[in-house]
C-alpha cells in the first residue's frame, strides 16, 4: 500500500512524522516522502531537515495521502503543481487526509468543498472559503477525506485511518507499538480548556 506524504520547506515536523510512526506500520505499507522536487525540506523553526525521496511525480497514484502542514502551506496554496498533483491523486486514492494546516491544501484543491473539515485552531475560520463548513474536533471523517486538527491531532487521524484500512485489532496494536498513551501535565490542549493568558502566549508561539 502506497502511502504518500508531501513535504515542504516550512513544515511542522510532528504534522508529516506522528501520522508516518503510525502508517509505516501497517501490513504491506510503503511511506513515501515525496516533493516538488527531491531533496531536503526544512521545518518553519529552520531547525529539522526532512528529506523527500521522491518527486510528486514518482508517486501518482497512492492509495493513501496524507498532506501535513505547517507554515510552508501559505506559499503553496496557489501552487498548481501540487494542487493539481492533489486533485489528480485523490481521483485514484482510497483515502485523502491532511494534518493542521494541510486542510487549507486540500481545500485550495477544491477537494472540501461542502465537507465538514477540521484544522488548526487560529485558522478554522479560512476553511469557509473553501466551501466547508469547520468542526472543532480533533478528527473530521467525510467519506474518504480524513482532516486533523492541530500538529499532535494527526496521530489521532492516523490511528482512526489504521483502524478503516486494516481493522481496529490492527490500529489498537499500533497505539501499543508506539506506547501513545497520552497523560499530559496540563490540561490547556485546547481552546475550550485554556485560559486566556495560556491562549495568548500560544497565538505568540505558534
Known amino acids: 500500500m502506497d502511502i504518500a506524504i508531501p513535504i515542504f520547506d516550512g513544515i511542522t515536523a510532528l ?31 529552520g531547525m529539522l531537515t526532512l528529506t523527500a525521496d521522491e518527486a510528486l511525480s514518482d508517486v501518482p497514484h497512492p492509495e493513501v495521502i496524507v498532506v ?4 510552508g502551506t501559505r506559499a503553496l496554496m496557489s501552487d498548481e503543481e501540487l494542487l493539481g498533483w492533489l486533485r489528480s491523486a485523490d481521483e485514484t486514492s482510497r483515502w485523502t487526509t491532511s494534518v493542521c494546516t494541510g486542510a487549507l491544501l486540500l481545500g485550495a484543491a477544491g477537494l472540501l468543498d461542502g465537507l465538514e473539515a477540521t484544522t488548526h485552531w487560529r485558522l478554522l475560520d ?6 466547508a463548513t469547520p468542526v472543532a474536533r480533533r478528527v ?20 482512526t485511518l489504521a483502524a478503516r484500512v486494516a ?22 490542549g485546547s481552546t475550550a480548556k485554556a485560559s486566556p493568558e495560556t491562549l495568548e502566549l500560544a497565538d505568540r508561539l505558534t
Open 15 to 45: 504534522d508529516a512524522i506522528g501520522p508516518y510512526e503510525v502508517l509505516s506500520r501497517l501490513p504491506e505499507a510503503h511511506v513515501h516522502f515525496i516533493a516538488k522536487g527531491p531533496g531536503p525540506k526544512r521545518t518553519g523553526n
Open 68 to 71: 501535513p502542514g505547517g507554515y
Open 126 to 131: 479560512k476553511l469557509p472559503e473553501f466551501g
Open 140 to 159: 473530521v471523517e467525510q467519506g474518504k477525506i480524513i482532516t486533523a486538527a492541530g500538529v499532535s491531532s494527526g496521530i489521532d487521524m492516523a490511528l
Open 167 to 188: 481493522g481496529e485489532e490492527v490500529a489498537r496494536a499500533i497505539q501499543l507499538a508506539i506506547e501513545y498513551d497520552p497523560e499530559p501535565p496540563f490540561d490547556s
